[in-house]
């Protein structure tokens, strides 16, 4: 059972360097370094990102090449991490990404493609049938706002594989994370980018159950990777801009997003010296989702119970300053499956994904 404190919110992590926005920045830096020098072959190689990270750095499981492995380890490494997942922010050794990917395609989530899309009778057709999507039919397509983007992989896998054709933005308080995600976008050096073997759609489709809604039609790519924005924001200093209306991006005649993803982000959060920002952070993050929209939050920081405590009977403030109970605004929509293990008379998992409804 976890403990609890006396305001009702579970106890706070001890910080770390993981939640100090000079690790993050250190961490795409070096990462756009090591891009950088793979694109021009007579550029030393840049430093490496693993160097000097903590082993238990839950928001990068994955991690770069490792200069201490053999040349042809090192190669080996290098060539998947560095070239497929540069700058992965996501919790590659749970399968996370592709997880959530299969929770949000799954005919049984309401904002779905296979149930937000022009309906076809065959896959092919589904694809010829979104590249004819006007303007305003994809701006009535659900929106999808990724909150601590990263290297922006998550929104690329939700337009390549999950067929999300409504705006996406992704925003980061790291302007190198920012500017990764740009350049990745550009180049589509990571794998999100890139297009499916018939064996991958075949994974994902027997995952989510609904094929036709989330598989490929690959002579019908779409590729308008341009309209995926980037943008450097901090989510914890956000009120004054959402007040003034000056964010061009935010949806404000729809109230807020219909899709929220948070993968990892509270766990950097909850990991700041600065205690209240964990506290303010679930009212402040709720408050971007409209009303009947929802909330995806992936952790390896907390448990399933304790995120479930953290954003739905926490009392925070809201992104307008508004004091609320987070009980009257998210409750519990689904979660997310991923495999348990037990340890020491214990039963567990290393990763949990909840997903919230604003009500």
Not at 9 to 30: A, C, M, N, V
Not at 173 to 187: C, F, G, H, I, M
Request: glycine share 10%.
């Amino acid at each position: 059972m976890a403990q609890t404190s006396d305001a009702g919110h579970p106890i706070h992590l001890s910080p770390s360097e993981l939640g100090t926005k000079e690790y993050w920045e250190t961490f795409y830096s070096r990462t756009l370094t090591h891009i950088s020098s793979k694109h021009n072959p007579s550029t030393p190689g840049g430093p490496n990102p693993n160097s000097g990270r903590n082993s238990d750095d839950p928001d990068h499981a994955a991690g770069l090449d490792d200069d201490n492995a053999s040349e042809e380890d090192d190669d080996d490494e290098d060539d998947y991490n560095a070239d497929s997942d540069p700058g992965t922010s996501w919790f590659s050794e749970h399968n996370a990404p592709q997880k959530v990917l299969g929770f949000l395609t799954r005919e049984g989530f309401p904002l779905a493609p296979c149930n937000t899309l022009p309906s076809t009778s065959a896959r092919r057709r589904r694809a010829r049938a979104m590249k004819k999507l006007s303007e305003q039919e994809r701006h009535s397509q659900p929106s999808v706002l990724d909150l601590g983007t990263g290297n922006g992989s998550m929104l690329a896998l939700l337009r390549k594989r999950g067929r999300f054709w409504g705006d996406m933005v992704g925003v980061d308080y790291s302007a190198k994370s920012v500017e990764l995600a740009r350049e990745l976008q550009e180049s589509k050096r990571h794998e999100a980018y890139q297009s499916d073997s018939d064996s991958d759609e075949s994974d994902l489709g027997s995952e989510t159950g609904a094929q036709d809604g989330a598989g490929g039609g690959q002579a019908e790519e779409l590729e308008e990777w341009e309209d995926i924005r980037f943008e450097e924001w901090d989510i914890l200093r956000s009120g004054d801009d959402l007040r003034a209306k000056k964010l061009d991006w935010f949806p404000y005649e729809k109230g807020g997003f219909d899709i929220v993803l948070d993968k990892g982000t509270f766990d950097a959060v909850s990991l700041m010296a600065e205690k209240s920002e964990c506290e303010r952070y679930p009212g402040i993050a709720g408050s971007l989702v409209r009303k009947g929209g929802f909330f995806v939050v992936t952790s390896c920081n907390w448990t399933e119970e304790e995120i479930v405590r953290w954003f739905t009977t926490s009392t925070s403030t809201t992104s307008t300053g508004d004091t609320v109970s987070e009980a009257a605004k998210l409750v519990v929509w689904g979660r997310v499956q991923y495999p348990r293990f037990r340890f020491g008379g214990q039963e567990g998992q290393g990763v949990c994904t909840v997903c919230f409804q604003r009500v």
